[in-house]
């Protein structure tokens, strides 16, 4: 799983980036035990199942209310594990599982409003908006495709193109599987093309001009000014096997912990980062702000030694113990970077080297309120500014890096990822002007097929990313599109804010020069 070169090879060239983390904290057995019995006893006061509903005959149609009042505290909670002694030689999925159901708050005024980020999936389907889209266009797609993904009647079918860098088609599959586990019959019947590689490639000036077609729907996990390809949450959320990264419910709890133990006013006052600079010239360029003899940028920079990381099982490191310094520098690699989410939930302020990219919930981040912009023409005085200004604003500093926890925590919990896959795929459902259908030869996949034969770290994110049971909650409510000039507008008060960042920056080194320039001159 963690062997060598192979491995070494695609991180050192490809993915951005490297953590330090601990080798599998996994819940304690007492904690499991507790959680087991919650759950049985949770189960066996509550569910009230037509046993029918549960044998196995091929075509079960059930359909299952569950009650799920907010205001009082009898969830009911119905669960269906994994079950891997369906069939013999391939494994088959199971036919017991609820192909509808109905949660009880169905009344829109009871589930709240997603995040704000939500409101970009308008935006990245505009395109088609007017036209719709047409089987050709998704044919297009399939240039760089990694896999289709198609969803009939609430099951899921894929058809591979190519392999993916490392284990990154199999968890976005497992992730999108879990998502028809959490709302089963509200995924619509959809075809789509998935590209796992880093870069955008859906040009937009390609599309333009009355005469062409709307773009190619492309998903992958990253867009850019220039591009039009459509954003997905990334496969790290379900887990990161072959670096060792936990699915993203139970880190975010493991760096909530993490925080606590080291207050922001105790840690280390200069900015820190830890990556692998071959991965782009950017990320060289930021070393040489390091610290050395004759200079200090308030820096404190360190590369990944994946080498001897995955020699030791990746045992030194822990994701939820880098919380050390008050500042955390973000610098893109390759493409965008999958550390964001962990750099930001760090309750240090995140320093963010003006970036090119953006992910599906990235571009909810609202500079000095959440992160403090670095300049990427002038890093090393751009790091130094900032962090003066930070050591001398304690307060501000601390509650910027509260911001963006929080924003993690809050907003970027795993039950918004599974709706913003929610929300997007029937979004795009909506627009498609042709019947999906179920590729020749194709197979159905579920988790079943995927987790019982799988071993080792994937086997085990497997199982702890594993979605339980259909959710007693529906998904957020959709907030509507930005108004005509509203993207415009938040897209120029950013702008401003970046630039008032920099005169800030211009007169703090302006007013240094005048300070020492005054001292020698002034005999
Ligand atoms: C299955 O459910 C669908 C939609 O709810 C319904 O139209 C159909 O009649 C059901 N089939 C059976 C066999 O119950
Ligand atoms: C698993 O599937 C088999 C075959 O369909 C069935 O006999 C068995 O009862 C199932 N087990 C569970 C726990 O559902
Ligand atoms: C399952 O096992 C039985 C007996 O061991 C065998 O006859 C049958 O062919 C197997 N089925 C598959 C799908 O391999
Ligand atoms: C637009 O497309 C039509 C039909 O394909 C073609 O006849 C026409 O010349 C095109 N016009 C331009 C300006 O490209
Ligand atoms: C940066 O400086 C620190 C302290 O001198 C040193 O430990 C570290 O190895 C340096 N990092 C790089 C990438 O040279
Ligand atoms: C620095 O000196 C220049 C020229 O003397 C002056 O115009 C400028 O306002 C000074 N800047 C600051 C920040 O003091």
Redesign the pocket.
């Known amino acids: 799983m963690l062997q060598g070169s192979g491995l070494t090879r695609h991180i050192a060239g490809r993915t951005t980036w490297k953590p330090r983390l601990k080798k599998g904290r996994v819940a304690t057995p007492t904690a499991i035990l507790f959680f087991v019995i919650l759950i049985t006893l949770l189960y066996i006061s509550s569910v009230r199942l037509n046993a029918s509903k549960l044998s196995?005959d091929k075509y079960t149609n059930s359909t299952i209310i569950v009650s799920a009042k907010r205001r009082t505290s009898t969830k009911k909670i119905i669960e269906f594990?994994l079950?891997c002694?369906?069939g013999n030689q391939t494994q088959a999925c199971?036919t017991?599982y609820p192909t509808t159901f109905i949660p009880d708050d169905l009344d829109p005024s009871s589930t709240p409003v997603c995040p704000g980020y939500f409101r970009w999936i308008h935006d990245d389907l505009l395109p088609w908006k007017a036209t719709g889209i047409t089987r050709e266009m998704v044919e297009k797609a399939k240039r760089t495709a990694h896999f289709r993904l198609v969803v009939v009647d609430g099951k899921a079918y894929i058809e591979k193109y190519k392999k993916s860098i490392q284990t990154r088609d199999v968890f976005t599959i497992w992730g999108i599987l879990q998502l028809l586990r959490r709302y089963p019959g509200r995924i619509p019947d959809l075809e789509l093309m998935f590209d796992c590689n880093d870069l955008p490639v859906i040009r937009s000036r390609d599309y333009r001009g009355p005469n062409t077609t709307g773009p190619p729907p492309l998903f992958r996990y990253c867009g850019d000014r220039w591009t039009r390809d459509i954003v997905f949450p990334d496969w790290s959320f379900w887990g990161w096997a072959e670096i060792n990264i936990r699915p993203w419910e139970s880190l975010l709890k493991d760096l909530k912990e993490g925080n606590n133990r080291i207050k922001w006013m105790e840690r280390e006052p200069y900015a820190y980062w830890k990556g692998n600079p071959a991965v782009h010239e950017t990320r060289r360029d930021l070393l040489k702000c390091n610290l050395s003899d004759t200079q200090d940028w308030n820096a404190r920079l360190y590369v990944q030694d994946w080498i001897l990381e995955s020699k030791q099982g990746y045992k030194k490191s822990d994701l939820a113990s880098q919380c050390t310094h008050r500042y955390k520098i973000y610098i893109e690699g390759y493409a965008w970077s999958v550390s964001e989410k962990y750099i930001l939930a760090c309750d240090s302020v995140t320093l963010i080297v003006n970036p090119r990219f953006y992910d599906f919930f990235t571009r909810g981040l609202q500079p000095v309120h959440h992160y403090w912009p670095i300049r990427d023409d002038d890093k090393c005085r751009s790091i130094k500014f900032a962090v003066d200004w930070g050591n001398n604003h304690k307060r501000k500093a601390q509650a910027i890096g509260k911001a963006s926890s929080d924003f993690i925590q809050e907003e970027l919990k795993m039950d918004y990822v599974y709706d913003y896959m929610f929300h997007m795929l029937n979004g795009y459902a909506k627009l498609l002007k042709f019947e999906p259908k179920i590729p020749e030869g194709a197979v159905e996949l579920c988790s079943e097929t995927m987790a019982c034969s799988a071993t080792g770290l994937e086997k085990k994110f497997m199982m702890e990313s594993l979605v339980k049971g259909p959710s007693v909650t529906s998904p957020c409510t959709m907030p509507p599109p930005f108004e005509p000039r509203g993207l415009a507008n938040l897209y120029r008060r950013n702008v401003n804010i970046i630039k008032q960042v920099v005169k800030w920056e211009n007169n703090y080194w302006e007013s240094k020069i005048n300070s020492t320039k005054s001292k020698p001159s002034s005999f």
Do not use: D, R, T
């Open positions: 196995a594990p079950n002694s369906i199971p017991n």
